[in-house]
C-alpha cells in the first residue's frame, strides 16, 4: 500500500501540482501486478491486445519513414475516417474540422479542461466518476465538485436538482461521462435533454466523455446499437467538447490515441494547446487509428458481445447474499456494492492476497463510491468465471 509523502515546503511547488490526487486504482495495480496468478480485473481494459491490421498500419508506416513531425491537429486521412465514423454511427453529416487528434484520450481531456476552466473556477462531476476527471480538473486550476448521483435497485440516476443546487458563480464546466465509469450507468435522452438544460440555464460548458458509447446492454435504452448522445439532442450553438479515445473500442490502450470534438472556431486555439502539449501525435500511430476506423468494426463486435458475457458471468455475484449490483446498462465494468464494508481499499488489498483477484475500490471514484469495488469485465469468459468463484469464497471472510 502507497504511503502519502510529505513535499517539503522549501521547494516551493505549484499548489495545482500537489495537490493532485494519488490514483487508488494505480495502488492496487502496482501492490497486485507481479502477484503470480492474478485475475487482473482492476483497470479499464480487456484482455486482448490489439488486432494485427491495426499494427501491420503502423508498421507500415514506420517502414515508410513516417516519423517526422505533423499537423498538429492531426493528419487528414485520420480526422477525415473519424468523421466518416460518426456519420456512420450517428446518420448526419460531419465536417472533419471538428476532430482534433491528440496522444490519447487523457491529453484529450487536459486540453478540454485547460480550454474551459481556472484559477477559482469550478467543474461538476456527477459521482461516483472516473477520478482522472478530478486530477485533470485540479492541475488546470480549478476545483472539481462532485455531485452524488441516486441509486436504487434499477441502478445509479442522474440528480439534476443536486447539479442546479450545486451551480455558483464560480462554475464554469459541467462532466457528464454516459455510458459510465465505473458504475456502467447509461444516461437516457430525457437526462441529456435535463444536462442540457442545466447548461443552457448557468451558461456551463458540458465536457462530454462518451468514450463506452458502444458498449450499450439495455435495449431499451440503444439507439441504432449505441448510447444515446448530447448529439441525437444538441444544437449547433450548444457549448459541448466531446473527448474520445481509441483505447476501448479497438483494444489500443497502450498506444495512446484519442480525439476531441469541438466547434471549428476553437481549431486555433485547440492546435495551440496540442502544440503546447504533445506537438503533435506520431503518425504512425495515427495510420493505425485509420486502419481501426476502417477495418475495425467485426473486432468491436466481438469486443461488446464478450463485454456482454462477462457482465451475465459477473452478475452471479449477487446470490452470494454479500454483494448488491445492478445490471449496468453500458461499458465493461460492474460496481459492487459490498453489503457491510467500510474500506473498499483495505478490501480490494485483501481480495489480491486472499483470493488472488484485482478489483479497483470504489473510494477511488469519490466518496459516493465507499463501500464498492469496480471489476473490468471485458475479458475471456473463464478468468471472469474463475474471478467471480474467488471472489464469492473470499467475501464471507473479509466482511465477517
Request: neutral net charge; proline residues 8%; aromatic residues 8%.
Amino acid at each position: 500500500m502507497n504511503a502519502s509523502v510529505a513535499i517539503p515546503s522549501v521547494l516551493n511547488l505549484r499548489p495545482e501540482a500537489e495537490q493532485a490526487p494519488t490514483s487508488g486504482i494505480v495502488d492496487v495495480f502496482t501492490y497486485g501486478r507481479s502477484k503470480p496468478g492474478i485475475i487482473p480485473l482492476w483497470v479499464g481494459e480487456g484482455d486482448l491486445p490489439t488486432p494485427s491490421f491495426i499494427c501491420e498500419a503502423a508498421a507500415r508506416s514506420l517502414a515508410q519513414g513516417e516519423t517526422f513531425y505533423t499537423y498538429q491537429r492531426g493528419i487528414p486521412e485520420l480526422r477525415q475516417a473519424i468523421a466518416r465514423y460518426h456519420e456512420q454511427l450517428y446518420r448526419k453529416a460531419f465536417d472533419p474540422e471538428r476532430f482534433f487528434v491528440t496522444s490519447g484520450g487523457m491529453p484529450a481531456m487536459q486540453i478540454a479542461f485547460r480550454l474551459l476552466s481556472g484559477n477559482g473556477d469550478e467543474v461538476l462531476i456527477p459521482t461516483p466518476a472516473w477520478p482522472n476527471f478530478a486530477g485533470a480538473i485540479t492541475i488546470a486550476g480549478a476545483r472539481p465538485v462532485s455531485v452524488p448521483m441516486t441509486i436504487d435497485e434499477k441502478g445509479w440516476h442522474l440528480d439534476i436538482e443536486r447539479l442546479e443546487k450545486a451551480v455558483t458563480p464560480r462554475t464554469r464546466v459541467l462532466v457528464i461521462n454516459s455510458p459510465s465509469n465505473p458504475t456502467g450507468w447509461v444516461a437516457s435522452h430525457e437526462d441529456l435533454r435535463a444536462a442540457l438544460a442545466l447548461a443552457r440555464r448557468h451558461g456551463l460548458w458540458i465536457v462530454a466523455d462518451e468514450i463506452y458509447g458502444r458498449f450499450i446492454h439495455d435495449p431499451a435504452l440503444a439507439v441504432d446499437g449505441r448510447a444515446p448522445s448530447f448529439r441525437d439532442v444538441m444544437e449547433p450553438e450548444d457549448r459541448i467538447l466531446f473527448v474520445q479515445t481509441f483505447s476501448k473500442n479497438w483494444a489500443m490502450t497502450g498506444w495512446r490515441l484519442g480525439w476531441i470534438e469541438a466547434p471549428p472556431a476553437l481549431g486555433q486555439i485547440i492546435e495551440n494547446l496540442i502544440q503546447y502539449q504533445s506537438s503533435g501525435t506520431p503518425v504512425f500511430i495515427q495510420r493505425a487509428g485509420v486502419a481501426a476506423m476502417e477495418q475495425g468494426e467485426s473486432f468491436l463486435a466481438d469486443q461488446i458481445a464478450r463485454a456482454r458475457r462477462g457482465r451475465e458471468i459477473v452478475g452471479r455475484l449477487a446470490q452470494t447474499g454479500l454483494v448488491a449490483l445492478p445490471p449496468p446498462n453500458g461499458a465493461f465494468y460492474a460496481f459492487l456494492k459490498i453489503k457491510g464494508a467500510t474500506n473498499a481499499k483495505d478490501i480490494a488489498f485483501r481480495l489480491i492476497d486472499e483470493a488472488n483477484v484485482g478489483l479497483a475500490p470504489g473510494s477511488a471514484f469519490g466518496e459516493a463510491g465507499e463501500g464498492y469495488l469496480r471489476l473490468c469485465y471485458l475479458r475471456k469468459p473463464e478468468d471472469v468465471e474463475e474471478a467471480v468463484r474467488r471472489i464469492g469464497e473470499a467475501l464471507p471472510r473479509l466482511v465477517a
